[in-house]
């Protein structure tokens, strides 16, 4: 599968993930699955669970492909770091990694999923989706590309905006042996031990219907585990590279925060249905002055990111809303893990520990 033009990442280096595909097959085993098939979500889920298990059944273990003279050193070699990465997140992390990770699948195609989301477009209020297990969430996965058009195309003729975008990895939340897909594997070294201590993250905490603070979270263990981890080998260019790009998300995430504010408080200031159209306009107006500071103010701070990212960015509220499931927060994250003495897996314990005291 490809799509000119698409790109998996949210940022300049944030890869797009969805958590709980897997999960589905919960969903169908719980429900009944003769029943589940004859409604809209049983047959989603039926075909969800259909790809997971060809996913499954693909898999080789990873210990063996790299002992594999066949496979190309570069390979062997990005294999062999995703073994050591999970070997660190449980150990120094205290991530159950279980069996994730210690199988891999070759795809027959270049992209694993396209995940859509939407929001009213003269409102900052997202399209919901809910599944079994995992609750209610701001996207959905579609395994074909027609079948992610027809469902962007329905949700912008709804009034919506839509960002449809590639996914290049997922996690089942420890519920199954969840294998190193063949699209992950095309990341750098960095984004490569990122992801993985990112979907781990989702095994030890992830809380029902919230994916705003699942995924950030995620994101920020992702991005200072990989950091610890390069640190604990030696490689120092590669810990510098994850703090550089771990900077630029919490940049963006200001960013992308004070946009919200700015067009929230903007559509609240002019509610009720008579004044929709006033609405769109100044909306128009925000957005134009936030491009001007993204290109102007932002870019020129990044350290990581293409500055030429500030020129091309959608700028919708669907893509906010999407931009901000990953980017939410993350100051409050690095307070905690500045008060604890820059110790990742207390600042991790603390942050759960929290979360479910406010749940």
């Known amino acids: ?76 070699a990005k294999l062999l770091l995703v073994l050591e990465a999970r070997a ?11 069996d994730a990770f210690t199988q891999f699948t070759q795809l027959d195609r270049d992209t694993l999923l396209l995940v859509l989301s939407g929001a009213r ?17 701001p996207y959905k996965g579609f395994f074909e590309v027609d079948d992610a058009r027809r469902a962007e ?23 199954f042996n969840d294998p190193l897909l063949s699209s992950t594997l095309r990341a750098d070294s960095v984004d490569l031990v990122n992801t993985v201590i990112h979907e781990l993250t989702h095994n030890r905490y992830y809380a029902k219907g919230a994916a705003v603070f699942n995924e950030s979270f995620a994101n920020f263990v992702g991005a200072r585990g990989a950091e610890r981890f390069f640190r ?10 994850s703090v550089a790009r771990w900077d630029d998300d919490q940049l963006l995430g200001t960013y992308w925060s004070s ?12 509610p009720g249905d008579s004044l929709t159209a006033r609405r769109l306009a100044l909306r128009d107006s925000v957005y134009a002055v936030a491009r001007r500071t993204l290109v102007d103010s932002v870019a020129p701070l990044f350290k990581a990111v ?21 980017l939410t927060d993350l100051g409050a994250f690095e307070r905690v893990f500045a008060e604890e003495g820059q110790d990742l897996e207390r600042s991790i314990v603390r942050i759960i520990t929290e979360h479910r005291a406010r749940d």
């Open 306 to 326: 293409d500055t030429a990212y500030a020129t091309r960015v959608r700028l919708d509220n669907a893509a906010l809303l999407a931009r901000r499931i990953y």
């Open 1 to 76: 599968m490809h799509l000119p033009g698409m790109r998996n990442r949210g940022t300049g280096r944030l890869k797009l993930r969805w958590g709980g595909i897997g999960l589905v097959l919960l969903g169908i085993a719980a429900g009944g699955a003769l029943l589940l098939v004859a409604t809209p979500l049983g047959r989603y889920l039926a075909r969800a669970a259909w790809e997971e298990g060809r996913i499954l059944r693909h898999r080789k273990p990873i210990a063996k492909l790299v002992k594999d003279t066949t496979i190309a050193p570069a390979t062997r």
């Open 259 to 270: 946009l919200f504010t700015a067009l929230d408080s903007t559509f609240r200031a002019h």
């Open 121 to 137: 477009r003269d409102w900052l209020s997202a399209k919901t989706w809910w599944f079994p297990v995992v609750g209610r969430v």
């Open 153 to 175: 195309r329905d949700l912008a003729r709804d009034g919506f905006d839509t960002y449809l975008r590639p996914a290049s990895a997922f996690s089942t939340l420890g519920w």
């Open 232 to 241: 604990s080998r030696g490689d120092e260019r590669s810990a510098a590279i």
């Open 88 to 98: 660190y997140a449980e150990d120094s992390l205290g991530l159950p990694a279980k």
